[in-house]
């Protein structure tokens, strides 16, 4: 069966189609400036890749366009639509009620509708993409959602709720929610068969370190703690989100700036992190090539992310009474031999051992820690829109 794989912006849609035979990718793509003038898409099948101009005012043009470009032309990989078995689409806030993938009916689109406040740049275009692929497919192509926070439900109150008002959790929903769950579901389950050991004897660490950051302490299979919290705003700091800080700098930057709450949140979202500290860019290369090159500010922000995914992982190991095996997985992890050496060494007393050699010759999935290390430490390239199509074909079988 091949599923397709949508995730949807307000503005944006990527796309993947995948063959569940082999679980190969037939062809993906990206629609850009959706609703806004001068609409692309860049659509990539069988090694090459196509850019179309096309105009694109909401999301179901820009299913009509993909649906095109996938069985028509140079990049078709189908006769048409028909060949598609189920739609997987991601969700980024499931709230309370997801607490795994769910198949999508009148119900689950309600559901995710109620939650659409705690994402409100998120949820609300990810429906819209539901029922443009709805009107597209029609009713007897089965579809499904794939929460970014459902794994993490598993996690005790003791890890998410905040010491506030206790009504704010009853009325208002705030605690912590986490996010990258399905990333975090992936790599520790291939961590746990790369291993040769099942995941319920395993106390496992994930790292899933790109322009957004979060890590999570996965015990026995389960989430037990995560980085990120109500928002992807919390944990370590990012490319331009800053992380945990003293929640009093907010009020204490307004009462010093006259800045408004919308300001100070576009300060700690969109220009703090490695960007804010460095003055210089969000992008992990910039920073580590500047690092090299002797600017100060970048070598601080960088030593600020070791000590911060550092302190994470001990902080992690703490929580679960062991660990097992730390893995790097995201554009950082997978690529940054600078962040995973200096986020291991110094980890000795966990029984961390980290082999350089290793760390600077793997590609793929490897293994960086010596043969006598006690916490094995692994490099997995995430996969979400695999999990996501894993899911929804369990899920219409
Ligand atoms: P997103 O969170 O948007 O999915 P990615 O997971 O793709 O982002 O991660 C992007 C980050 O990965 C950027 O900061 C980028 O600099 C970093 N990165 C990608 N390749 C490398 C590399 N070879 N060396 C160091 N950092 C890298």
């Not at 993938?101 to 689950?108: K, L, Q």
């Not at 429906?127 to 579809?143: D, K």
């Not at 496992?204 to 322009?211: D, E, P, Q, R, Y």
């Amino acid at each position: 069966m091949k599923i397709l794989v949508i995730n949807a912006g307000s503005s944006s849609l990527k796309y993947q189609l995948i063959d569940m035979e082999n679980e190969a990718v037939m062809c993906k793509g990206l629609c850009e400036r959706i609703g806004i003038d001068g609409g692309t898409v860049i659509h990539k099948a069988k090694g090459q890749s196509w850019e179309t101009s096309v105009e694109m005012p909401t999301h179901a043009e820009a299913f009509s366009k993909m649906l095109e470009l996938m069985s028509s032309g140079e990049g078709a990989v189908i006769a048409d639509k028909s060949e598609i078995g189920a739609v997987g689409h991601r969700v980024v806030h499931g709230g309370e009620k997801f607490t795994a993938s769910a198949i999508i009916t009148n119900e689950t689109l309600a559901g995710i509708e109620s939650v659409s406040n705690l994402a409100p740049l998120h949820n609300p275009p990810q429906i819209q993409g539901i029922r443009s692929a709805q009107q597209v497919f029609g009713p007897s192509i089965p579809q499904a959602a794939v929460f970014d926070t459902a794994f993490h439900q598993t996690m005790p109150p003791t890890a998410y709720i905040y010491a506030i008002p206790y009504e704010f959790y009853e009325n208002n929903g705030v605690r912590r929610y986490g996010f990258h769950g399905t990333s975090h579901r992936y790599v520790s389950a291939q961590a746990a068969h790369f291993l040769g050991v099942p995941s319920e004897n395993l106390k496992i660490v994930t790292c899933h370190l790109g322009n957004g950051s979060s890590i999570t302490a996965v015990d026995r299979g389960k989430s037990i703690d995560t980085s990120m919290g109500l928002t992807p705003l919390a944990g370590i700091l990012m490319g331009t989100r800053s992380g945990d800080i003293d929640p009093s700098v907010v009020t204490f930057i307004q009462e010093q700036t006259g800045m408004d709450y919308k300001e100070v949140n576009n300060l700690l979202n969109k220009k703090s992190g490695l960007l804010g500290v460095s003055g210089l860019s969000s992008d992990n290369r910039d920073i580590e090539e500047a690092a090299r090159a002797g600017n100060v500010r970048a070598a601080l922000v960088h030593s600020m992310l070791f000590y911060q995914i550092k302190k994470h992982i001990g902080a992690y190991a703490a929580a679960m009474n062991g660990l097992d095996c730390v893995v790097f997985t995201g554009g950082i992890g997978e690529n940054s031999r600078r962040v995973r050496k200096y986020t291991c060494r110094g980890l000795e007393f966990l029984g961390l051992h980290y082999d350089d050699a290793k760390n600077e010759s793997g590609e793929g999935t490897f293994d960086i820690s010596t043969e006598y290390s006690r916490v094995r430490v692994l490099v997995i390239p995430t996969n979400e829109e695999l999990m996501i199509a894993r899911d929804t074909l369990e899920l219409i079988q």
